[in-house]
């Protein structure tokens, strides 16, 4: 019952046996980090550049670009390109953010050290996958399939995003 002293008595010490709680949350701030990441505009903004980019080199890509945490912001499968690159595109932008890495590292790796490098979850061997950058922490990645070549989607891709990186803020938000 509501008006019981036990459910009186319960919520009392609920309330202060939370307190330590709320009190240690209050002036805690050092215990998170302050996080950057590519908004819907950035994504979008990014993915038009590549598309123009692609259509001057008269390739047919499939163009991903997630947020820092490998999440799906922005998506086109250009006309003429492979059913197969969709996934591929999207593959490399996950990789490349939730690693933190270009996928062009475990590509080079997988070639000259490790053939099984492949097989880990979540680690994409091939070229165009490309974190994002401001101030040297991940906001996000953009990943190419479905270019001329290797050597022309890597290209691609590292020309747009340091692009694109050096129009964002000067300072973070």
Known sequence: MLGSKPFCR???L???ASFPLMAMAAGNEALLRPRQDLS????SALLEQAVAKAAADH?????AVTDASG??????????????C????IAKAHSAAINDVDT???YDMARKQNPALGSIPGILPAVAGVVIRQHGASIGSLGIAGGAS??????????????????LPATAL
């Open 59 to 63: 390739v047919h890509p499939c163009i």
């Open 150 to 167: 290797d050597a022309q989607e890597q290209q691609m891709a590292t020309d747009l995003v340091r692009s694109f990186e050096s129009t």
């Open 86 to 89: 969709v996934e591929a595109a």
């Open 40 to 43: 819907l505009q950035g994504a």
């Open 71 to 84: 999440n799906l912001l922005a998506f086109k499968r250009m006309d003429g390109a492979a059913a197969g």
């Open 14 to 16: 609920a309330g202060v």
């Open 10 to 12: 319960a919520l009392a």
């Open 104 to 106: 062009v590292v475990f």
